[in-house]
């Protein structure tokens, strides 16, 4: 038994370091018309591989205990790892990278992992609350070149602005800017999610 564990840590290990190399810890915040505010923050883990590699997702599936695997779209000969569901990520990709650190995208990792965390607390559900929760989630783009959103995208569209919206916004990004991200309303974008 203590031989198995050992053999699953090493692949866990093993699995953290391709996730590394090769996965995406992404916030899309996108428009939704339906919701209160008019836009969605949502969290999306995902890991794509050659389609002949589909047993190294399989394994992963298998050690966060969730997500689906699926052909990626507009990509024939690859196949994707993807888990959109925020409980899910909370209660099993969360505490794995948790246990299994990530070295490169350390920063892309906390930074989805705070997001998460403020989605769990709800604060979401609140007008203020989302907007500097939105602008947080902005101060971060792991891929670049891609079609963006940017704040000013959502401060044009949202409903239910909360009282002193510029106020807030320049507030959260001198805080984003005193951690050492982006400060510019022009370049804190984010990528939508293509669905």
């Not at 969730?66 to 990626?72: D, E, L, N, S, V």
């Not at 995208?105 to 930074?111: A, D, L, T």
Request: hydrophobic content about 35%; charged content about 35%.
């Amino acid at each position: 038994m203590l031989r198995k564990a050992r053999r699953q840590s090493v692949k866990n290990v093993y699995l953290c370091g391709l996730v590394d190399a090769e996965g995406s810890f992404s916030i899309s915040v996108k428009p939704h018309g339906t919701t209160k505010f008019g836009w969605v923050i949502d969290p999306t883990f995902s890991l794509t591989l050659e389609k002949d590699a589909e047993h190294v997702l399989k394994a992963l599936q298998e050690a966060l205990r969730c997500g689906r695997i699926i052909a990626k779209p507009g990509q024939p000969d690859c196949k994707l790892f993807i888990e959109e569901s925020r409980r899910n990520i909370a209660e099993k990709i969360i505490p794995f990278f948790e246990r299994y650190p990530l070295e490169i995208k350390e920063k892309s990792f906390n930074h989805f992992k705070e997001v998460v965390r403020r989605l769990e607390q709800k604060e979401h559900l609140d007008a203020e609350s989302f907007l500097r929760l939105a602008v947080y989630a902005f101060s971060h783009e792991e891929k670049k070149g891609t079609k963006k959103y940017t704040i000013e995208d959502l401060l044009a569209t949202m409903k239910q602005k909360p009282e002193f919206t510029e106020e807030i916004v320049r507030e959260e990004l001198e805080k984003i800017s005193r951690g050492g991200r982006m400060s510019s309303p022009e370049t804190i974008r984010q990528t939508p999610n293509k669905r």
